[in-house]
């Protein structure tokens, strides 16, 4: 259903890979909703040809880019600004990748040109595309401007890895940057938390169906899913939301407030009855 909260609107998509990714559902719901949008990737996922198809399917361009390179970036915001006829309403960061998990390599066992890479990938990237965008006046008063990340930033989850590093620093930056931002140009900042989502890129995180399932149990309305946080990113660059800034959204049914759940006792009290006595007591051994 749409609200047309996005009538009139114009924005970029930053991420979106195929139909799992959340830019993606991001990109169809904001056009849905009665944006005119462009979208961008680097060149290598534009050439593997299912940015296009989603490109054609809404009808608007794909302006490849790398967003680690400044160059990159304003060229994006430069040519987005003619297709769409000015400053746009809204942003959406969501990119993200770890060489050093892709190479298995443990938190204490990390290579650091690597982990430097992770973090300029991850987070400053962010920060280059904020630090674009205003210095070419390219978002328009009160417009939104939000990056994907994860409760990782603030809590230890094996396997997460350096990414964990990496959205810290994004969160911050979200922070640091939005106080400049809001103050000079009214311009919204802000980072979604979202629940653990088997995007392409959270396949590669160690034991993610793992993950997924924990959190799903844990949290009281269940893990939020990917079609549910392009929702919530569309109300995000909705006029609804102007006065939201700086920060953290959890939607994450819940999790991130969370101790221990009912549905997650009772798996954890289900592992031990294979250590019971006759008397049903556990023998710790």
């Known amino acids: 259903?749409?609200?047309?909260?996005?009538?009139?609107?114009?924005?970029?998509?930053?991420?979106?890979?195929?139909?799992?990714?959340?830019?993606?559902?991001?990109a169809v719901r904001?056009?849905?909703?009665?944006?005119?949008?462009?979208?961008?990737?680097?060149?290598?996922?534009?050439?593997?040809?299912?940015v296009s198809a989603l490109a054609e399917q809404l009808n608007c361009e794909v302006i490849p880019a790398d967003a680690t390179s400044v160059e990159d970036l304003e060229e994006v915001f430069r040519r987005s600004m003619a297709i769409l006829g000015g400053p746009v309403d809204?942003?959406?960061?969501?990119?993200?990748?770890?060489?050093?998990?892709?190479?298995?390599?443990?938190?204490?066992?990390?290579?650091?040109?690597?982990?430097?890479?992770?973090?300029?990938?991850?987070?400053?990237s962010f920060h280059k595309m904020l630090q674009?965008?205003?210095?070419?006046?390219?978002v328009a008063e009160y417009g939104s401007i939000i990056a994907l990340t994860y409760v990782a930033a603030q809590r230890t989850l094996f396997g997460y890895n350096d990414m964990?590093?990496?959205?810290?620093?994004?969160?911050?930056?979200?922070?640091?940057?939005?106080?400049i931002y809001g103050r000079e140009h009214n311009v919204r900042v802000n980072t979604i938390s979202q629940s653990p989502t088997m995007t392409t890129a959270g396949s590669g995180i160690k034991g993610m169906d793992k993950l997924i399932d924990f959190?799903?149990?844990?949290?009281?309305?269940?893990?939020?899913?990917?079609?549910?946080?392009a929702d919530y990113c569309i109300t995000m660059f909705s006029d609804l939301t102007r006065k939201v800034t700086m920060q953290t959204l959890f939607h994450d049914g819940g999790f991130s407030s969370m101790g221990m759940?009912?549905?997650a006792m009772d798996q954890y009290e289900k592992s031990f009855d294979q250590y019971r006595d006759d008397k049903g007591n556990i023998i710790y051994g």
């Open 90 to 124: 809204f942003v959406l960061h969501s990119i993200g990748m770890s060489p050093n998990v892709r190479k298995k390599r443990t938190y204490d066992d990390l290579d650091y040109d690597l982990l430097a890479k992770t973090i300029d990938i991850s987070a400053i």
């Open 261 to 263: 759940s009912l549905r």
């Open 215 to 229: 959190s799903d149990r844990m949290s009281p309305l269940g893990n939020a899913d990917a079609d549910e946080c």
């Open 132 to 138: 674009v965008a205003k210095k070419m006046n390219a």
């Open 1 to 26: 259903m749409s609200y047309n909260l996005l009538k009139g609107k114009r924005g970029i998509i930053f991420g979106a890979l195929n139909e799992q990714s959340i830019a993606w559902k991001v």
């Open 164 to 179: 964990a590093d990496a959205k810290a620093m994004l969160e911050s930056i979200a922070r640091s940057f939005g106080y």
């Open 30 to 50: 904001a056009v849905e909703e009665g944006a005119t949008i462009t979208l961008s990737n680097t060149p290598v996922a534009v050439r593997m040809g299912e």
